[in-house]
């Protein structure tokens, strides 16, 4: 089975650019099902009563349904490369129909939150009375901070940001998302500034961003950047320390706030979708949907005949 499936990641991520992420998952949930066959169970032997065991299996071990239909999307593609590629005779998955579960709304954050944090991350960055490196690391994660309500990026695509992908002339950034599509994100004016005064600071400091990668927020570890984790850790330790709830914020929870927050002040959606980098209207369609909620709950709160 390991030639087949690493023939079907080397597809996808050769033709559909796959991310690195997005291969370790693939290769997780494909991994799943072949331990799940009898082990003298051979690829083209592989039919649809085994595809319904392995989610009746899954359903009876308590995975949550977003992962069983992840796993049979998994399956799907996988089994619809072997068929192109003539390893088998058929996709028995095909016929089988994905889990549904109703979509939540994302947790969003108020204006007034997004204010508490970004004073708090202020402070901290002009704070002369601390060391050298805790000023750098705090003058690193408020750029950061004003850089991700600004633009609503992808956390990876924020830590991982080039100096070469910051058109500072137009106050642009030039972003390569998931599944390689490009968009243009506006910078806007504060956040320009912040980020200038961090790079400007970085040179006084004789660390300016990595030359040879060309990162912003370059670090010493592995990828040459600051990780995912190391951002929201940080986060975290910001929101507990100003008081705020810290299961209702993180980075991605501010990527929505950047989102909500647009549309509720007139933004139109499609230019939200671009920004956002939504290769499809109806993801971003959901914060729609959290205004919707919030109307309705400002009538009933505040409409005199809403009152019994």
Do not use: W
């Not at 642009?172 to 600071?201: C, H, N, S, T, W």
């Not at 990595?210 to 995912?228: E, Q």
Request: glycine share 6%; hydrophobic share 45%.
């Amino acid at each position: 089975m390991n030639q087949y499936v690493e023939n079907f990641l080397e597809m996808i991520a050769a033709e559909r650019a796959a991310a690195d992420n997005t291969l370790i998952s693939y290769r997780t949930d494909l991994n799943q099902f072949f331990d799940f066959l009898p082990k003298s169970c051979t690829v083209d032997q592989i039919n649809v009563d085994h595809i319904r065991g392995f989610l009746a299996f899954q359903v009876a071990m308590g995975v949550e349904v977003s992962t069983q239909a992840r796993r049979l999307s998994a399956l799907k593609q996988f089994f619809k490369f072997l068929h192109q590629e003539k390893y088998v005779a058929n996709n028995p998955a095909d016929i089988i129909d994905s889990p549904k579960k109703p979509r939540p709304l994302p947790k969003i954050m108020s204006i007034d939150e997004v204010n508490q944090l970004l004073f708090a991350a202020k402070n901290n960055a002009e704070n002369t009375e601390q060391t050298q490196a805790k000023l750098q690391k705090n003058r690193r994660f408020y750029c950061l901070l004003e850089i991700l309500y600004a633009t609503g990026l992808r956390v990876s695509e924020l830590v991982g940001l080039r100096l070469g992908q910051v058109r500072l002339d137009e106050g642009m950034l030039f972003i390569k998302g998931k599944g390689g599509r490009e968009r243009l994100v506006p910078l806007g004016y504060a956040a320009l500034d912040i980020l200038q005064d961090y790079l400007a600071f970085m040179k006084l400091q004789g660390t300016e961003v990595n030359k040879a990668a060309d990162y912003i927020f370059a670090s010493r570890g592995a990828l040459g950047h600051m990780t995912r984790q190391g951002f929201a850790k940080e986060l975290k330790l910001l929101v507990r320390r100003i008081g705020l709830d810290s299961q209702k914020i993180s980075p991605h929870i501010l990527r929505h706030a950047f989102a909500s927050h647009l549309l509720a002040n007139g933004a139109d959606l499609r230019a939200v979708q671009q920004m956002l980098g939504h290769a499809d209207i109806s993801t971003t369609q959901i914060y729609t949907h959290i205004l919707d909620e919030r109307l309705k709950q400002l009538v009933f709160e505040h409409h005199p005949l809403a009152k019994a």
